[in-house]
């Protein structure tokens, strides 16, 4: 969270008012530390060898079509891999979640290649 957080006062100059008015040493590098320390940003966890293969089988089958057993092992894995506490299984209403759900294993899927 902190991190983001000077991101946000670097991009919109906010921090460069501050250091002029409070001084090169305006405490933002503590508060950041602090912000950081409070809200741990989680990274995802790395797929397991069975989880990969099949990813890697789902992402060759090059289908648009979600079968109801992928949707599930789908929301399961998204779910361990981000650290949900509970299962995210978005309606089969809303392709839009589930796209987004596959185009971030497909971001983990990828960091193996």
């Avoid at 530390?33 to 966890?45: S, T």
């Avoid at 992402?59 to 891999?81: C, F, G, V, W």
């Avoid at 949900?84 to 589930?98: D, E, G, Q, V």
């Amino acid at each position: 969270m902190g991190d983001s957080v000077e991101k946000f006062t670097e991009a919109t100059g906010i921090k460069e008012v501050v250091k002029f008015v409070a001084g090169e040493d305006c405490g933002c590098n503590e508060r950041k530390d602090k912000l950081n320390a409070l809200f741990p940003r989680r990274q995802p966890l790395c797929m397991t060898e069975e989880e990969y293969n099949w990813w890697t089988a789902f992402r060759d089958k090059n289908s648009t079509e979600i079968m109801p057993d992928e949707t599930n092992h789908i929301a399961q894995m998204y779910t361990r891999l981000f650290q949900r506490k509970k299962i995210y299984h978005p309606c089969h209403c809303n392709p839009k979640a589930w796209q987004e759900m596959i185009n971030h294993l497909n971001y983990i899927w990828d960091t193996y290649q």
